[in-house]
């Protein structure tokens, strides 16, 4: 062999070829879950009964008993993942029970005919469902989202509404500054607003339909002043 030649090596073939094959192919696939250090199993769930047990178990196909089971939990816990509620603990608590209402109408919010249509924008406020949504003609713009109105003696005023004044950061003047983000007044001191913190503390507001902050967010970006509101119904728990 003349010194500085290129060494060349035969072509491997048969057999040997195939093994060589499975090794770099052994070589190149990811390493099995337990040796890159698999996801811990979720927690089991452990949540009780809640106060909306039936309920959640008749949405969620559960069988309708009134008991929470491990089973009932968990598929709470899924439907809490799933629409942002936390905590995500599978207790059928208020919080989720309103989120279920909204849910469950949103196909058809407006399915009995007690918003009126009209050409332009109209916010209904249900308060028998404790729910709000926005539809122009029959289409609806803004689907219905769960809210806390007027507490006893101090009801949302039902009827029709107008949007006379919006202010985006605005602080109450009559409770304590009270944080009141994307306010739009339609009656008097009475306003669609962002509630920070719990939205269901204290059983219902003085009169404002409060929102999540992120709904109502959503709400200031589509209305406008002169955009009507109609408020109709009653509260449960507010009945004379």
């Excluded at 003349?2 to 094959?21: D, F, S």
């Excluded at 250090?37 to 949540?47: D, I, K, L, N």
């Amino acid at each position: 062999m003349t010194a500085g030649a290129p060494v060349l090596v035969p072509a491997v073939r048969g057999a040997a070829a195939a093994a060589l094959a499975v090794a770099v192919l052994a070589l190149a696939a990811p390493a099995p879950a337990a040796a890159r250090g698999a996801a811990a199993p979720e927690p089991a769930c452990t949540a009780g009964t809640g106060p909306y047990q039936r309920e959640l178990e008749a949405h969620l196909g559960r069988p309708v008993d009134g008991t929470q089971s491990p089973a009932d939990c968990a598929a709470v816990r899924a439907f809490q993942s799933a629409n942002g509620i936390t905590p995500a603990d599978g207790y059928p608590g208020l919080a989720t029970y309103r989120t279920m209402v909204a849910v469950a109408a949103r196909a058809r919010p407006n399915a009995d005919g007690a918003c009126p249509v009209r050409t332009g924008r109209v916010t209904c406020v249900d308060l028998d469902r404790q729910l709000l949504w926005v539809q122009r003609g029959s289409g609806v713009v803004f689907p219905p989202v769960p809210v806390r109105t007027g507490r006893d003696d101090q009801e949302t005023r039902p009827g029709w509404h107008e949007i006379y004044w919006r202010s985006k950061d605005h602080e109450s003047t009559l409770y304590d500054n009270a944080p009141m983000p994307y306010a739009q007044f339609f009656d008097g001191g009475q306003a669609l607003h962002g509630r920070p913190g719990d939205l269901y503390a204290h059983g219902g507001s003085a009169g404002c339909v409060n929102l999540s902050v992120a709904d109502a967010e959503r709400l200031w970006n589509l209305l406008d002043e002169g955009d009507a509101v109609y408020v109709w119904g009653t509260k449960p728990g507010t009945e004379d």
